[in-house]
């Protein structure tokens, strides 16, 4: 039997119609989709991207692209975890959303269905929502999901009764109606997916974004001096306040080191003498990565793929609830990257120099596994190929 791997993209006689479904929770989503996305117009294909992320992380493909690429923006087309704080899950908020959206999902699925037959799609990629899966099998349209995990495994985790562990099995139902898999670094267990066959799944390597200016030029441009150290600090959800025990805000970073905090405002940017905010909206993050000595955040695969393509050391702290972080921590960071884990209460109270310092010491002690950082053009190839089958199916149904 062929498999997907068996119709090249040069069987491909025109340009493919891509539909590509990104989740709105969480940058990595998009930002690794953008690699991929961007690969497949290179090649020439036509992608409609539909997500509720906001449009900058796509901008430079909307714009280079203009006529092949469409950035469709909707409302949330899949619930995900609401967070207390930083790193904490809400549990019985996020349940509530999952079931309200489970059970008014049947009017949005409809007007997908609708949209994905009008459209003449050869292929739905997913990273990595599951209500599209459910979608694109009514519009007949082959589908492939395109990441670590999935988002029945995350509610699984923090399942606590079995009102809520009926609800991840209806989440679990809609994933089993993806045809293909392209595993990402850093996986955990794919439910939809228990047994890996080289007909219906591919691991690739890193799907990340990379610098694009050289580190000397990014820290002219942020007024670092490129001799001293300097920490990034990425942690969505958290406003880095006073420090604890009454210590100035910038004791968070070890003595003659600089900082940048970034974020969605660059309101109040000046924190201190060495420690000021900046708007990551206006920057390349993996520019701001590969200018920095330690990062801080959290560790999700945006994050933790973007320090190890780079060879920076990463500080995390452990989020409760949520399942993806051991796969990042055990399959991604440990093997191929630097990795400190901080606990929480020394998060919280500011007590940061220390894990600072050990994440940069393990530079000098440690050395990686190499790990490949071009995974999106298996991926690419390997959607191409599917659409290929479908199309050559369907020219043959026809004649």
Not at 202 to 231: E, S, T
Not at 238 to 251: K, Q, R, S, T
Not at 330 to 359: E, K
């Amino acid at each position: 039997m062929l498999t997907a791997m068996d119709y090249p993209s040069l069987l491909v006689s025109a340009p493919l119609n891509i539909a590509f479904y990104v989740t709105g929770h969480g940058f990595g989503h998009a930002t690794r989709a953008h690699v991929t996305i961007r690969r497949l117009l290179s090649l020439g294909h036509h992608v409609t991207i539909t997500s509720s992320v906001p449009s900058f992380i796509f901008r430079d493909l909307l714009s280079r692209h203009s006529n092949t690429c469409e950035l469709r923006e909707v409302g949330t087309l899949d619930p995900g975890v609401v967070q207390r704080d930083a790193v904490t899950v809400d549990v019985e908020v996020t349940m509530e959303r999952l079931s309200a959206f489970l059970d008014g999902m049947d009017t949005v699925a409809r007007k997908e269905v609708e949209w994905l037959k009008s459209q003449s799609f050869d292929v739905v990629c997913l990273d990595a929502p599951f209500l599209p899966a459910r979608v694109a099998k009514e519009a007949n349209v082959p589908s492939i999901l395109i990441t670590n995990f999935t988002f029945d495994a995350i509610f699984a985790a923090i399942a606590e009764t079995p009102s809520d562990h009926a609800l991840v099995a209806r989440c679990a139902a809609l994933y089993a109606h993806a045809d293909y898999l392209i595993r990402l670094p850093g996986h955990i267990p794919i439910p939809s997916f228990p047994t890996l066959s080289p007909q219906y799944t591919l691991d690739v390597p890193l799907i990340v974004r990379m610098a694009q200016q050289p580190r000397a030029v990014v820290r002219a441009a942020l007024g670092v001096p490129l001799d001293a150290k300097c920490v990034l600090i990425t942690f969505g959800g958290f406003e880095l306040g006073n420090a604890g025990d009454g210590h100035a805000i910038e004791d968070v970073l070890p003595p003659g080191w600089c900082g940048l905090v970034g974020g969605q405002t660059d309101d109040k940017g000046v924190l201190g003498d060495r420690l000021r905010r900046i708007r990551t909206e206006k920057h390349h993050m993996p520019d701001l990565i590969h200018a920095a000595d330690v990062v801080v955040g959290k560790c999700g695969y945006g994050t933790c793929s973007e320090v190890v393509a780079h060879g920076v050391p990463l500080v995390y702290v452990p989020r409760s609830g949520f399942a993806e972080e051991v796969g990042l921590v055990d399959n991604l960071m440990t093997v191929h990257g630097y990795a400190v884990q901080m606990p929480q209460g020394d998060f919280y109270a500011g007590r940061w120099q220390d894990y600072i310092l050990r994440a940069e010491a393990l530079k000098g002690t440690k050395t990686p596994q190499p790990i490949a950082n071009d995974g999106e053009i298996a991926a690419a190839n390997f959607v191409v190929s599917v659409g290929a089958r479908r199309r050559h199916a369907a020219s043959v149904g026809a004649e």
